[in-house]
């Protein structure tokens, strides 16, 4: 079965720190590209960074550049989401997901050729 699941959401306060943990099953991530969504409530959901793992390449959202970053260990099938300087307008629900190909437009990431998304995890940055 093809699966993603998230882990490492929680509860923390504005300024600290959390990392999502985006771990595949039933097939080998490095063939495809890896995005992390999220969406608060009442809003639509958004992307927030992805890689490619054809090339390494990686986009961010300008929202969380210089606080996020996104890498990924092949060894374990992972993606990880590291959020520093976390804000209360960070929290959402953090979604990764997989696809054909990792790009941007007008500065948010986006995946083409979504194929399976994760269940979710809630990030809540109090203030």
């Known amino acids: 079965e093809v ?9 923390v306060q504005a300024g600290g720190s959390l990392r999502l943990s985006c771990a595949a099953s039933g ?42 970053t996104i890498s990924s260990d092949i060894a374990k099938n992972t993606v990880y989401l590291q959020m520093n300087s976390l804000k209360p307008e960070d929290t959402a629900v953090y979604y990764c997901a997989a696809g054909d190909l990792c ?3 007008a500065g ?8 399976v998304w994760g269940q979710g995890t809630q990030v809540t940055v109090s203030s």
Not at 3 to 11: N, Y
Request: proline share 3%; charged share 25%; hydrophobic share 35%.
């Open 103 to 105: 790009t941007v437009v």
């Open 27 to 68: 097939f080998t991530f490095d063939d495809y590209a890896i995005g992390w969504f999220r969406q608060a409530p009442g809003k639509e959901r958004e992307g927030v960074s992805c890689i490619n793992s054809s090339d390494g390449s990686i986009y961010y959202a300008d929202s969380v550049k210089g606080r996020f």
């Open 108 to 115: 948010t990431p986006l995946l083409r050729g979504l194929e």
């Open 3 to 11: 699966q993603l699941v998230e882990s490492g959401g929680g509860l």
